[in-house]
């Protein structure tokens, strides 16, 4: 079987940041992608700040450690093949949408049929007593 090559990976090309306002340059190099979540965390932050967890410990940590943790996490790892953000908007949607669905149709709600048949119970020495 022949393999098709895909090219999209080269025009996806991922902006690095090196320096910041070329006076401080950063002790590693940092991706856009990483640098949006680090933001988002840290506004994030900002506003858990009273919070019950977040209201204990010491700003260093929820204002820098808790960013770069979910700018580490959402920008490495994939759970299933997927980005975390693709996979909670899954885990979310599944959660949102209806199931109630026969072979891709919608079932309606079914009326509930009652038996009102009269069962008779003997005892068992009525039974073993009558004679036959």
Known sequence: MQTIK???????????????SNEISLPR???QTFLTWFVIGFVLSLKMKGIFPFMFSSALVNH???????AFLLNKRTFQGKK????????VLFWVRPKRTRRGG??????EHTLEQTVLIR???EL?????
């Open 29 to 31: 190099p940092v991706t």
């Open 123 to 125: 005892e068992r020495s």
């Open 106 to 111: 919608w079932v309606g709600k079914s009326k």
């Open 84 to 91: 975390p953000y693709n996979f909670l908007l899954s885990i």
């Open 64 to 70: 820098l450690g808790v960013p770069f943790g979910i």
């Open 6 to 20: 895909n090219w999209s990976k080269i025009w996806k090309i991922e902006r690095v940041f090196y320096k910041v």
């Open 128 to 132: 073993l007593n009558e004679p036959s």
